[in-house]
Nanobody, 115 residues
């Protein structure tokens, strides 16, 4: 299993970023995919999840209405569109899949929201 995130960077408050996670090594279209984040000194938290078909999603309360998770099963890729970014969204964002009771993680991509 390999998960490779991209799209992070430095953005001003109120700005937008789109994260991507390219997956390989498993049957992507049959698994729920997740985005987590971890801010300095804090525990890793679930930000958004999307089921295998893409027909159902779930979000942390802190990002509802601002973030959108989506997937393209033909490209084995999951996305996180982040709008109206706030300084408290600053974190390393990780792509995740749970497969056979094992968590797999990407290397993470840094998102910094600052003026």
């Amino acid at each position: 299993v390999q998960l490779v995130e991209s799209g992070g960077g430095l953005v001003q408050p109120g700005g937008s970023l789109r994260l991507s996670c390219a997956a390989s090594g498993f049957t992507f279209s049959t698994y729920t995919m997740n985005w987590y984040r971890q801010a300095p000194g804090k525990e890793r938290e679930l930000v958004a999840a999307i089921i295998s078909t893409g027909s159902n999603t779930d979000y942390a309360n802190s990002v509802k209405g601002r973030f959108t998770i989506s997937r393209d099963n033909a490209k084995n890729t999951v996305y996180l569109q982040m709008n109206s970014l706030k300084p408290e969204d600053t974190a390393v964002y990780y792509c995740n899949v749970k497969r056979y009771y094992t968590n797999y993680w990407g290397q993470g991509t840094q998102v910094t929201v600052s003026s």
